[in-house]
């Protein structure tokens, strides 16, 4: 499976190059298929992001965390954004 030794290859790389465990992962662009989070268990990341808008809760599948983009707002913006994604 390409996808896997992928994955695999790349924490290994990153793990040497930064000399610490990788335990997260983003997906590429957010894109992923039905089997990459299998992949992510499987290979021990803790976690792993996606591009959807979503917020986390303790419900959230941990192989298909929510993000959102932030941009280059002031504090006072990036409050009214924070307060919109917790009240959700």
Not at 18 to 47: H, M, Q, S, W
Request: positive net charge.
């Amino acid at each position: 499976m390409f996808q896997e030794h992928e994955l695999q290859t790349n924490k290994e790389t990153l793990t040497r190059a930064v000399n610490r465990p990788i335990k997260l992962l983003a997906y590429p662009y957010g894109e992923y298929g039905a089997e990459t989070p299998v992949l992510a268990a499987r290979l021990a990341f803790d976690a792993a992001f996606t591009t959807e808008a979503r917020t986390v809760t303790r419900w959230s599948d941990p192989y298909r965390l929510g993000r959102f983009h932030v941009k280059n707002w002031s504090g006072e913006e990036f409050s009214r954004h924070l307060q919109h994604w917790f009240l959700q």
